[in-house]
């Protein structure tokens, strides 16, 4: 099992709104910064918030994030088919002096 | 930037590999790079980085001991190498370039990828 937990899955229609959840512990999210990506079918994963809720450049505003306490949330406004994909959250656990990532959650667009 | 992986590789159980990632369009020697784990069908998993200014090196729990990360500023080449393959060790493996540091009393840290290798398919079977 994966330190962060994601939802093997969510499905929204082309336009809405999806809402990805990843929930840790203390000794990652609770105290250290969070990313998250997407893996394209084929793909190599690709950055798309750092820092909780920064984008890189690139990245399209209707992409955001969000932590609270030992939990972290993506969203996606104005979903696009293209927006299918696999999407991770990450982030550094002390505990295990380690990097960790999400189990994964898969994004439908119906 | 880019970072540009070695080729496919087919192994028998028991041999050894050494897979490399070429560094380009920044100095490498200033960023920490490593290595993310992907089995087929599954999640990301990461393995460990190194900084090739100094060779500090942090392992996952979970591969320490079982695979060597290294790298070659003359090259700006990172590497990931096996002593003994097993069937297990099937999967792609991406060379990822991090940010990962610490606040002053390390009571936070950051860490996060932002450029990734298109991948290595590493098969091992008899």
């Known amino acids: 099992q994966s330190v962060l937990t994601q939802p093997p899955s969510v499905s929204a229609a082309p336009g809405q709104k999806a809402t990805i959840s990843c929930s840790g512990s203390s000794s990652n999210i609770g105290n250290n910064y969070v990313s998250w990506y997407q893996q394209l079918p084929g793909t190599a994963p690709k950055l798309l918030i750092y820092d909780n809720n920064q984008r890189p450049s690139g990245i399209p505003d209707r992409f955001s994030a969000s932590k609270s306490g030992t939990s972290a949330t993506l969203g996606i406004t104005g979903l696009q088919t293209g927006d299918e994909a696999e999407y991770y959250c990450?982030?550094?656990?002390?505990?295990?002096?380690?990097?960790?990532f999400g189990g994964g959650t898969k994004l439908t667009v119906l | 930037v880019h970072l540009v992986q070695s080729g496919a590789e087919v192994k028998k159980p028991g041999e050894s590999l050494k897979i490399s990632c070429k560094a380009s369009?920044?100095?490498?020697?200033?960023?920490?790079i490593g290595w993310v784990r992907q089995k087929p069908g599954k999640g990301l998993e990461w393995m460990g980085i190194i900084y090739p200014g100094d060779s500090d090196t942090r392992y996952s729990p979970s591969f320490q001991g079982q695979v060597t990360i290294s790298a070659d500023k003359s090259s700006s080449t990172a590497y990931l190498q096996w002593s003994s393959l097993k069937a297990s060790d099937t999967a792609m493996y991406y060379c990822a370039r991090q940010e990962y540091g610490s606040g002053s009393s390390a009571d936070y840290y950051f860490f996060y990828v932002d450029v990734w290798g298109k991948g290595t398919t590493v098969t091992v079977s008899s």
């Open positions: 990450g982030t550094w656990d002390s505990s295990l002096s380690a990097g960790v």
């Open positions: 369009g920044y100095s490498f020697s200033a960023y920490w």
